[in-house]
């Protein structure tokens, strides 16, 4: 069946880099476009931005836009999304989510999330 | 404006209806989807047309509604709209709504 799966908790340092990994099960990684959304604790979700698997066209939020990076690898059905010059407030819980047109906001399968944490 | 906006917090008696609400300039001219999130959960895609009869949707100038008729304690949760900013190239959340049923 269908499966998003992510890599396990992180703990960085301020400054450090994170690279969470986003693997499919059960379908094509082309076939859909992958999101990253990410929820700092006690706080709502905050779209970062979004990676086309066939090519690896990305878009994102301008908010990351100088510190994200998405990337695909599809021989391993795996997605990538690195944090760089990480600050205390970039501790969250960081999903990965499909959907199946860029265009769509129907994402219909999420992965079990992963908690980064930023402390010195 | 890449804003949506949401009342933080909505209550509800158990078995009434409820209407959730979403605004930003952007819903003028883009449509917006609901997800539902229980505490330690990965958000859920409350898709109106999947369950017509407890979840509706609707939208109406610069506003976007979710509708939970019939509300069970099960329907206790955070909810989210999302949309499109001005723009259209990039993707926002509303700040979420806090559903108490009682």
């Known amino acids: 069946q269908v499966q998003l799966v992510q890599s396990g908790a992180e703990v960085k340092k301020p400054g450090a880099s994170v690279k969470v990994s986003c693997k499919a099960f059960g379908y094509a990684l082309t076939s859909f476009y992958i999101h990253w959304v990410r929820q700092a604790p006690g706080q709502g979700l905050e779209w970062m931005g979004i990676i086309n698997p066939d090519g690896g066209a990305t878009t994102y939020a301008q908010k990351y836009d100088d510190r994200v990076t998405m990337t695909r690898d599809t021989s391993t059905s795996t997605v990538y999304m690195e944090l760089s010059n990480l600050r205390s407030e970039d501790t969250a819980v960081y999903y990965c989510?499909?959907?199946?047109?860029?265009?769509?906001?129907?994402?219909?399968?999420w992965g079990q999330g992963t908690l980064v944490t930023v402390s010195s | 404006s890449s804003e949506l906006t949401q009342d933080p917090a909505v209550s509800v008696a158990l078995g009434q209806t409820v209407r959730i609400t979403c605004q930003g300039d952007s819903l003028r001219t883009y449509s917006a989807s609901w997800y539902q999130q229980k505490p330690g959960q990965a958000p859920v895609n409350v898709r109106p047309s999947g369950i017509p009869d407890h979840f509706s949707g609707s939208s109406s100038g610069n506003t976007a509604a979710l509708t939970i008729t019939g509300a069970q304690a099960e329907d206790e949760a955070d909810y989210y709209c999302v949309s499109r900013d001005s723009s259209g190239s990039l993707v926002v959340f509303g700040g979420g709504t806090k559903l108490t049923v009682l």
């Open positions: 989510t499909r959907s199946f047109q860029r265009g769509d906001l129907d994402f219909d399968y």
